[in-house]
């Protein structure tokens, strides 16, 4: 019910009736007061006049939880269920188990810290409290498992955009997978997923945005930033929760009709830091430097090498860097 009553607030600006918050919820005079208590220990100003009814004032600068998350999103399959945790030890674990236990595709988790957040190839995930998103989808689409990395991409595309939106930054993307600003890290994703040969029975996106904070540890320093760092002021962290999951369900939709990148590619072409930049990629196998010319249908990375080849790089193994830093 808070999820509904803050939802029906912040839609109106003006005063909401105790009578009509009654009749849209079905509940009773008392049970929207005693939510309306819990919504002020929240840190909202809540405005309450006799014959007129209950206005925000002001919301708490940057609260994150269930209903904060929940109440910002409207949208058909993502974000059907939101779960929220002050602590969890990586959001991909959790959400793992869940989409294990039968939740739906769309489900999202998101937690405050990680204790132990991943990123690729066994590596960390630093995750403090209070300051920034660490969330996981869990989707169940109906695709071939090898189609299902490309979905890395696809939320790439869409953090970026989000923060684009919402904070007029110039984020863009390291391909694959991390979403830079002013050349350093802002987000990265993690997607794994459980698949059969030909069935992808679930994947989870894991999605670690530093959003209010100032500091990182020296051996990140260099190389990492936040939205605090880059605009100069906090900002809600549900709601960008909220703007990236939107982006998310408009570039999933279109990413379903093909099972590829063909009608996205452009889009993320544009936003993409290494097109027209040398780059280093290095595998498992070996290494190759050549210039980036953006992504094919499939999402790798179309590299032209010195020897005028263009290489289709592919995500699996490989680490890219610009030539003289991180991107
Ligand atoms: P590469 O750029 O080498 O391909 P990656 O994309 O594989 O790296 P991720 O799995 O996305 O890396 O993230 C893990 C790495 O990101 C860590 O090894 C560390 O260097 C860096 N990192 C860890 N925590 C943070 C953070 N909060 N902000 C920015 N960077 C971080």
């Given at each position: 019910m808070k999820t509904e009553i803050l939802k029906i607030l912040r839609e109106n600006s003006g005063y909401v009736s105790g009578q009509e918050l009654c009749r849209r919820l079905g509940v009773s005079r008392t049970a929207i007061w005693k939510t309306m208590q819990q919504i002020k220990a929240d840190g909202y100003e809540v405005e309450a006049v006799p014959n007129k009814g209950y206005r925000f004032v002001r919301e708490p600068e940057d609260l994150l939880n269930e209903s904060e998350i929940k109440s910002r999103i409207a949208l058909e399959?993502?974000?059907?269920q939101v779960y929220f945790k002050e602590e969890v030890d990586s959001t991909n674990t959790w959400a793992k188990k869940l989409a294990e236990e039968g939740?739906?595709?769309g489900t999202l988790v998101c937690a405050d810290?990680?204790?132990?957040g991943k990123g690729r190839r066994g590596r960390s995930w630093e995750s403090p409290r209070g300051s920034s998103l660490y969330m996981s989808l869990i989707l169940k689409p109906d695709i071939l498992p090898l189609h299902a990395s490309t979905l890395t991409l696809v939320m790439g595309l869409s953090v970026a955009e989000a923060i684009r939106e919402k904070t007029g930054l110039d984020a863009g993307i390291k391909w694959p997978n991390d979403v830079v600003v002013s050349g350093k890290k802002l987000c990265g994703i993690l997607t794994e997923m459980s698949a059969q040969m030909d069935y992808v029975e679930y994947v989870i996106i894991g999605v670690g945005i530093n959003v209010n904070r100032k500091e990182f540890p020296k051996e990140l320093s260099d190389m990492a930033t936040s939205v605090e760092l880059e605009l100069g002021h906090k900002i809600s962290r549900a709601d960008l929760a909220a703007k990236v999951m939107e982006h998310f369900e408009k570039n999933y939709q279109i990413f379903l009709k093909t099972g590829d990148m063909s009608v996205l590619r452009s889009d993320y072409d544009k936003v993409?830091?290494?097109?027209?930049r040398q780059v280093k990629v290095t595998s498992p196998g070996g290494h190759c430097e050549g210039m980036a010319l953006g992504i094919n249908d499939k999402g790798e990375l179309l590299v032209e090498c010195s020897d005028h080849e263009i290489r289709e790089v592919y995500a699996g193994e490989v680490s890219v860097r610009g030539l003289y830093g991180y991107v």
């Open positions: 399959e993502i974000g059907c939740a739906p595709s810290a990680q204790t132990r993409l830091v290494n097109r027209n």
